[in-house]
């Protein structure tokens, strides 16, 4: 495994100015690899695109869809009933009734799960553990050059500098995972 340190920069004259810098600080060219990582969600790790296999939001629906059906098809009867007993309609209104509204039901309670499981708690800080989209400058660094490398991309304007361990083959970070959590450097460390 071959020690990478990495930045997010915004453009790429941006990131291939802090290459430049790299170069004049002896780094070669085979040991610096710039590549666009796209927003979060749109790597398409699964065949039907995204990056997990359901969202967050998603895991509560099924109870809330079951709570809706329950209290849907009971105000359904209700109503079936109370149209048998007003019109002296058929029994079938009643269940055709109860149906209805068990299916709105779990619409209802499915949505109602779904709108507050995403969102965070009023005042609490989101935290994601992938990294942001932008241009990525990865440079193939050993345990001595790892300090100067974090600091040239520092003062270049990379913004959450990372060390990772990865391939780096012909050139380039040949194993990188942009769903991977970044292990960032913090400011004066390497």
Do not use: C
């Not at 915004?10 to 085979?30: D, H, I």
């Not at 979060?40 to 109870?63: C, E, F, L, M």
Request: glycine residues 12%; neutral net charge; charged residues 20%.
């Amino acid at each position: 495994m071959s020690l990478i340190v990495a930045a997010r920069f915004t453009t790429f004259p941006a990131a291939e100015s802090a290459a430049e810098r790299l170069f004049s600080e002896g780094f070669v060219e085979e040991d610096v690899s710039l590549f666009f990582v796209n927003p979060r969600g749109q790597h398409a790790r699964y065949p039907i695109g995204g990056d997990v296999n359901k969202d967050a939001a998603s895991t509560d629906a099924p109870k809330g869809a079951g709570m809706g059906v329950t209290i849907g098809a009971m105000i359904g009867a209700i109503v079936g009933v109370g149209v048998f007993a007003a019109f002296a309609a058929p029994l079938l209104v009643s269940a055709i009734a109860a149906g209805v509204g068990a299916y709105v039901g779990s619409l209802i309670g499915a949505m109602n799960r779904t709108r507050s499981a995403g969102r965070p708690a009023p005042g609490e800080r989101v935290h994601h553990e992938t990294r942001d989209s932008g241009v990525l400058l990865a440079v193939h660094v050993t345990p001595q050059t790892q300090p100067r490398a974090a600091q040239t991309l520092r003062e270049a304007g990379g913004a959450d500098i990372e060390r990772a361990t990865g391939r780096w083959q012909h050139g380039r970070w040949a194993d990188f995972d942009p769903t991977r959590a970044p292990v960032e450097i913090g400011e004066g460390r390497a």
